[in-house]
């Protein structure tokens, strides 16, 4: 796949990691992970691929806080004639809004807009990065969901349902195609900050607990439990979990408990993990170039930006290694207040990586079976907010949050390059033509994986569930 | 929606059907010759429900093509099914044509030729339907007649072993008194027995001893403690709110209810009245009343933006959902848009259920259009976190009480303070320049200007104008802000207000910026724009909810006046004057004094949440397509139209749903229970599917064993020790685990009981099981929730939450048992997680048990259980005896059994190479024995 790596040595060490070492490391992670029959008797409906698939992997980018959909990717020259203006009733009549009244004023983006690329994908002038990649993006303008807060959004957009309990996106897609590398997760989170709903937004709701999103942590130890305790050596730690081994073989020999078996290979697993997975995310294997490129100066240093930038390059090493699905946040996206100072910096956080990603997964390869997705949970209002919703006090303008529109991009995987889908009206507030719901979004998703969305179901409850509940159409448009 | 072909083309496609069976003729008879057995509630009804109900079940607006095969006569009417005659009717046609635009379903997997095979042998006998089992009330089957009349030592031996023995299968001999007794203890209280206890047994491994274990472990208090986990799973109990914020809250009173009611082998009916309705009993007591945090441990929405009503509703749909899953074993939610697709439970009787929560008291408010104030409503308790608060409590109750004797004997009456007590009167300092700078009004553009001072005295007046306000609702304040001003021996503040607002207004003091106390006032019915002296007593100032901590007189920081009505406020205006402390009485102060007190007991407390019904609840609608706000027709309360009826005697509340719960003639309620109990021991219930015993649920493996302990459950009471023994005392409890690959291939999940319970056990027992093994575990009992420690830094990523900092507990409360770990929704403790501990965001009827690497490493390095290995090592090395004395010993303490020669070998070797205890317990504490149940 990547005969440009020029990090050959690491590869072979981390290929360690791909093959096991015992007779049982064959298995799936997956598997591996929910040998208990019991718990566990429920596969998939449909484990095998119901249509070949376009992409293999996924690299979810969430913008924690919704991004402003008029100061980014859907222009709206209409705002500076309604500039302080309120919206016509009929617009915002029976509309919910988080923070505002359906009267605030109408605030224009200061933001100049220009077709990018060979293709014209129009952007602001905020993305003079991205816009280098403009030819490889579909741009989705008609995004529009049912949540207008936070947690709900962000539960709303990775299970399909704004409450807590549903397995999310990246768990389905676990479920529906396990995993390519038996030694790591099959979904992976990386994040700069906590989103507002915590961990049920990479949760597995009930499906079983292994495809559950694994958080890799920044730092030397991306996994909690994974540093022996001081003063145990590597090779104490060998004899223990060789002795451990053995007294288990023992108790196989009487109980014949296939669980015993595999609890065995996991001591094998686990131990190898100690060594590999740091390896894995010690940035410092990648050539000065790729790290400039991701806008790193070295694979150490702090800030947001970086943050961010470094759970890309994270992603693509991933993604590399066989992950499924990696599930990114980034934080700061919530521009209530002040948002001409807040977005830029945002927007400067973001993206020269998310270029760089795109870029460097072409240059290796990957990107025509790795979906990259970028956006929020929602949009946010023509309108303006101009108070703090908790203190009352006049604040710098911002946006309040808004569920009936707004972009998001995706790229490889796929989808068409150079494309912009679906209209929305001349303020910005509501879609006029080709609408993509939430739950087509996942339709549409899971359709490039391979999967069908009406028949990956898990029976729950009586049910059959599904990520798109009853809802969902594959918005075939946007396939390349 | 799914795309399908429609029945209606049946007749132009009738030439083609008969040309097709008679090609498939053949393959027809074939199947006719051989006898198939088959089992209507077992074969038939699940792979009608499975395959058809979605589209032609109960669901009438989903329905397709008017057809309905739930309903034999309808079934028959409409021709798709002739009795007798398999090829009579459109069924079997449809069900086996190669035609994708006619076969039936038209989405996901056909019919195998087994299941086509089974329908047609049914339609052939007459098509007969029979009601589906679990709600026919549970029978009591005659005994089935057994060969091996000497292994059955209760009488659900003789289901199970009837079973084994159709099966061809043996039943595994009895497990070695080592392994059966730590099965026992970790099965009745989560913790393994001490060796002594092991030796004494291994001596006597009589009958009459293991009853006398049994006996002596139902007594025991730590028998809650172990039950009580899979009830708090159900009861979705956790310490945070979720969602946004995820702040924490006070649940455990309610955690330490139900393992103190477990204890007392409180009968389930008891049980379950309490916690659904224990405060619609007749003068319900404390412990009735905290017993209803069952229905408060919902997960609830505190975002800025969120909505009262959405968040109230997601609340009580959710409160139905609990209730059918945890008593009916019934999936009542299917019904919140429509009628249910595969049970018979319309929407109409889903907002039935509804109803009877939607009685309570709204689940939380907020106050007018101040978002981020959203807070709890309803009935609180008010708990001691410690047995020192309480007794400090007691004390300071007593001194309430000779204040309150002082004051009477004053001679006065003991109405309120009124306005002309006042002896010596302070001005406040209002005199410093721009007092109304800082004022708080949300939106409104205000001016102030000294006025006219109506009590004559003319020092400080103002005028606040709301000019230009173009807000069309929201609160509208002004107020006062000065440097901390002491106010600790006012007994009232007095002022004057006019204004042309009719609403309820507040008065807010302030210790820095949070409100510290607040005093209501109307002025609904004055007349506009006269001075009107208000008198706030200090006694009479409410701590709101939402405020950190109890107000501190003596350091006022600013008084604010909110109106509450909604505007519009243009050209309104309040106007304050003479906002004065007064130093009032004795009876005033000592008033006062009374008021501290409370608010002294009141911080030494914390409100617990219970359910309360308003006392003019709102109309329930029908949701339209569950859409709280498409209100549909009127609905009151009322029970599932299907099971048994509702005594009209009941009160139309929750005290009525509870007792039709636990009615006797209820067919689900105890199966639903004893399943439970029973998968909790044998790690699988008898309906594998413990939350759906509807149409598409698992049939039971052993449907006259799960009968049979239904019986017994309602006539012995209810009691759940009672049952438990039953099931503990049986051969089928007692086995062996061990078995040979045969018998493992033969019944892989031990489906048949055909040889002892052995899976890994949950993640709290791991935790109580390694810590009492180490020496490390806390016997305490109850209280607030502890802090463990865990990996650092983990709470600190949670934005806007009240509590970011993780309080790591000292001492003793290290090492207390999983149950009391602090449960936050958003951010559970980490080792936990990794043996699947869930989330409670929702009701919870069935743990995952994966095997994954995460938990060898949690084992191996989690700091908390290298401690534990670190102690263990400590404790051996002061041990008496030889190495391999110490060996034996610590193997027995850890896994309770002997070791064989080859065990002892193996650490032995390991200790010698390794020259450290640490490594032995380090291994011990990870063996897959030590966290199973053998």
Redesign the interface.
């Known amino acids: 796949m990547n005969n440009v790596s020029p990090m050959r040595g690491q590869h072979n060490r981390r290929d360690l990691l791909r093959r096991g070492t015992l007779g049982i490391g064959s298995l799936a992670l997956s598997q591996l992970l929910s040998r208990d029959l019991q718990a566990n008797t429920a596969e998939p409906s449909s484990p095998k691929l119901h249509h070949a698939p376009r992409a293999k992997h996924v690299i979810f980018l969430h913008m924690v806080g919704g991004p402003s959909q008029m100061d980014t990717f859907d222009p709206k020259p209409a705002l500076d004639k309604w500039d302080g203006q309120s919206l016509p009733a009929e617009l915002t009549h029976g509309q919910k809004f988080a923070f505002i009244t359906p009267e605030a004023r109408v605030i224009k983006s200061p933001y100049a807009f220009k077709p990018r690329g060979r293709s014209g994908v129009v952007m602001s002038e905020l993305f003079p990065h991205l816009a280098n990649v403009a030819d490889d993006l579909t741009v989705i303008r008609s995004m529009k969901t049912n949540e207008i807060n936070h947690a709900s959004g962000e539960l709303f957009l990775h299970s399909g349902h704004g409450r807590m309990g549903r397995p999310t996106f990246g768990a389905w897609t676990s479920y529906g195609l396990g995993t390519e590398n038996e030694n790591l997760p099959a979904y992976v989170v990386l994040k700069d900050g906590l989103p507002v709903a915590g961990a049920p937004i990479w949760g597995s709701g009930f499906l079983p607990s292994n495809h559950q999103g694994v958080e890799f942590r920044g730092g030397k130890t991306p996994i909690h439990f994974l540093r022996n305790p001081e003063r145990t050596t590597v090779t104490e730690r060998r004899a223990v979990v060789d002795a451990i081994k053995e007294l288990n073989g023992q108790a196989y020999e009487h109980y014949r408990d296939p669980e015993i078996e595999t609890r065995i290979s996991q001591y094998e697993l686990a131990f190898r993990m100690q060594t590999s997975v740091p390896d894995l995310v010690d940035l410092s294997s990648e050539p000065e170039h790729i790290l400039r490129q991701y806008g790193l100066s070295d694979a150490q240093g702090a800030g947001s930006g970086l943050s961010f930038a470094r759970n890309c390059l994270q992603a693509r090493r991933l993604v590399e290694e066989g992950v499924r699905f990696v599930q990114v946040f980034a934080k700061g996206w919530d521009h209530h207040a002040d948002i001409y100072t807040a977005l830029p910096r945002s927007v400067r956080n973001v993206d020269k990586a998310c270029a760089a990603l795109i870029q460097d997964l072409k240059q290796r390869g990957m990107l025509d079976d790795t979906l990259v997705i970028w956006g929020g949970e929602f949009g946010r209002t023509p309108m303006v907010q101009e108070h703090n919703a908790g203190t009352g006090e006049l604040t710098a303008p911002g946006r309040d949050h808004h569920k009936e529109c707004f972009s998001i991009w995706m790229a490889g995987g796929g989808v068409k390059g150079g494309l912009t889908y679906g209209t929305t009206d001349e303020f910005g507030f509501g879609i006029v033509e080709n609408p993509v719901h939430v739950h087509d979004f996942h339709a549409t998703c899971l359709h490039l994986l391979g999967i069908d969305h009406e028949l990956l179901t898990h029976r729950h409850q009586g049910r059959d569930y599904r990520l798109t509940d009853v809802h969902g159409h594959v918005v075939h448009d946007i396939f390349a | 929606?799914?795309e399908r072909s429609d029945w209606a083309p049946r007749i132009a496609s009738l030439t083609r059907r008969v040309a097709m069976c008679a090609a498939t003729l053949v393959t027809c008879g074939a199947f006719a010759q051989t006898p198939v057995e088959y089992d209507f509630n077992r074969d038939i009804r699940p792979l009608l429900s499975g395959k058809c109900f979605h589209c032609h079940g109960p669901d009438a607006a989903g329905r397709e093509a008017d057809l309905r095969l739930d309903d034999r006569d309808e079934a028959i009417d409409y021709g798709v099914i002739v009795p007798g005659e398999p090829d009579g009717g459109e069924l079997i046609f449809r069900v086996t044509t190669d035609d994708p635009d006619l076969r039936m379903p038209p989405?996901?997997?056909p019919l195998t030729a087994e299941q086509v095979a089974k329908l047609r042998a049914w339609i052939r006998d007459g098509a007969p339907y029979e009601a589906h089992w679990a709600y026919q009330p549970p029978k009591l089957k005659t005994q089935p007649a057994v060969q091996d009349r000497s292994w059955p030592s209760s009488e659900l031996d003789y289901f199970v072993l009837d079973r084994l023995e159709r099966a061809g299968l043996e039943p595994a001999p009895k497990a070695k008194p080592a392994v059966l007794l730590r099965r026992l203890y970790l099965d009745l209280i989560g913790l393994p027995p001490s060796v002594e206890e092991v030796q004494e047994f291994e001596a006597e491994p009589t009958p009459e001893n293991y009853e006398a274990h049994i006996e002596r472990l139902l007594r025991s208090k730590r028998f809650g403690e172990k039950w009580a986990t899979g009830w708090l799973d159900l009861a979705r109990y956790a310490d945070s709110n979720?969602?946004?914020h995820?702040d924490l809250r006070t649940m455990w009173p309610y955690r330490d209810w139900v393992i103190e009611a477990l204890n007392n082998d409180m009968p389930f009916d008891q049980f379950t009245i309490e916690q659904l309705a224990g405060d619609l009993l007749l003068n319900p007591t404390r412990s009735q009343l905290i017993a209803t945090g069952f229905n408060r441990n919902v997960?609830t929405?505190f975002?800025?933006?969120?909505?009262v009503d959405e968040v109230r509703a997601?609340v009580l749909h959710d409160r139905v959902a609990t209730t059918g899953?945890v008593w009916l074993g019934l999936?009542l939610?299917?019904a919140q848009c429509h009628d249910h697709?595969?049970?018979a439970i319309s929407q109409q009787e889903y907002y039935q259920f509804y109803a009877y929560f939607n009685k309570a008291i709204p689940e939380f408010a907020q106050r007018g259009d101040?978002?981020?104030r959203k807070h709890f409503i309803g009935r609180d308790v008010m708990v001691y976190a410690s047995e020192e608060d309480r007794q400090k409590g007691a004390e300071l109750e007593l001194e309430i009480e000779r204040e309150e004797k002082l004051i009477a004997a004053l001679g006065e009456s003991a109405g309120p303070v009124s306005e002309d007590v006042g002896e010596e009167v302070r001005i406040l300092d209002f005199e410093r320049p721009d007092p109304f700078k800082q004022h708080?009004?949300?939106?409104a553009v205000t001016t102030s200007l000294v006025e006219e001072s109506p009590s004559g005295t003319g020092r400080v007046a103002a005028r606040v104008e709301a000019a230009a306000v173009?807000?069309?609702?929201g609160y509208f304040g002004t107020g006062y802000s000065f440097p901390a001003t002491d106010l600790s021996d006012s007994s009232e503040l007095t002022f004057w207000i006019k204004t042309d607002i009719a609403s309820r207004f507040s008065v807010q003091v302030y210790n820095g910026r949070r409100i510290a106390s607040v005093y209501a006032f109307s002025t609904e019915n004055l007349a506009p724009n006269q001075w009107t002296k208000i008198v706030a007593p200090v006694a009479d100032f409410v701590t709101p909810k939402w405020s950190p901590g109890a107000v501190d007189w003596k350091r006022i920081q600013k008084i604010q006046i909110i109106a509450h009505s909604s505007g519009p406020y243009d050209g309104k205006h309040i106007t304050l004057d003479d906002f004065v402390g007064v130093v009032s009485s004795e009876r005033a102060k000592r008033l006062k004094r009374i008021a501290q007190l409370r608010v002294e007991i009141a911080a030494m407390q914390t409100p617990s949440m219970a359910m309360q019904d308003d006392e003019s609840p709102s109309q329930a609608h029908i949701m339209i397509r569950g859409d709280y706000t498409s209100p549909g027709d009127p609905v009151d309360v009322g029970v599932l139209g299907s099971l048994h009826p509702l005594d009209p005697d009941l009160p139309p509340n929750r005290l009525g749903l509870a007792k039709w719960l636990v009615d006797d003639a209820n067919p689900l309620t105890p199966r639903v229970v004893v399943n439970r109990i029973w998968s909790e021991v044998f790690?699988?219930g008898i309906v594998?599917?413990p939350?759906?015993f509807?149409?598409?649920?698992e049939a039971p493996s052993h449907p006259q064993l799960l009968d049979w302990l239904a019986v017994q459950f309602v006539e012995q009471d209810w009691s759940m020790k009672r049952l438990l023994k039953v099931i503990l005392l049986s051969s089928t409890y007692q086995q062996s685990?061990?078995?040979?690959?045969e018998k493992?291939s033969r019944d892989?999940?031990n489906e048949l009981y055909s040889r002892g319970p052995?899976?890994?056990l949950p993640a709290e027992l791991v935790r109580d099981n390694l810590l009492a093994v180490s020496g490390l575990l806390s016997d305490k009992l109850g209280g607030p929730v502890v802090y463990p420690v865990q990996?650092f830094g983990v709470w600190k990523?949670?934005?806007?939450a009240d509590v970011n900092r993780y309080p790591t507990s000292q001492g003793a409360d290290r090492y207390r048992r999983g149950i009391y770990t602090v449960w936050r929704?958003?951010?559970?403790y980490?080792?936990m997680?990794?043996f699947?501990a869930p989330?409670r965001?929702?009701c919870t009827t069935?743990?995952?048990?994966?095997?994954?690497?995460?938990?060898?490493?949690?084992l191996?390095?989690?700091?908390v259980y290298?401690e534990m290995a670190t102690k263990l090592a400590g404790e051996i090395e002061g041990w008496t005896g030889n190495d391999r004395e110490k060996m034996t010993r610590a193997f027995r303490t850890v896994v309770s059994r002997k070791p064989?020669e080859?065990?002892l070998e193996?650490?032995m070797?390991?200790l010698k190479?390794?020259g450290?205890w640490f490594?032995v317990t380090?291994?011990l504490l990870?063996?897959?024995?030590t966290i199973?149940k053998?």
Not at chain 2, 303 to 307: I, V
Not at chain 2, 737 to 741: E, G, P, T, V
Not at chain 2, 850 to 857: K, R
Request: glycine fraction near 8%; hydrophobic fraction near 25%; include cysteine.
């Open positions: 929606m799914y989405k996901g997997d979720g969602y946004q995820d997960p929405n975002a800025g933006g969120s909505k997601n899953a999936t939610e299917c697709k595969f049970d101040a978002m981020f708080k009004a949300t939106r173009t807000e069309t609702k790690g699988r594998s599917t939350e759906d509807g149409m598409q649920g685990s061990s078995a040979s690959d493992i892989p999940q052995r899976f890994r990996p990523e949670i934005l806007g929704r958003g951010n559970p980490p080792s997680v990794n699947d989330e965001t929702v069935k743990r995952d048990r994966s095997n994954s690497p995460l938990q060898a490493l949690t191996l390095n989690d700091p290298v064989e080859r065990e193996i650490l070797d390991l190479d390794q450290s490594a380090q291994t990870n063996l897959d024995e199973t053998s």
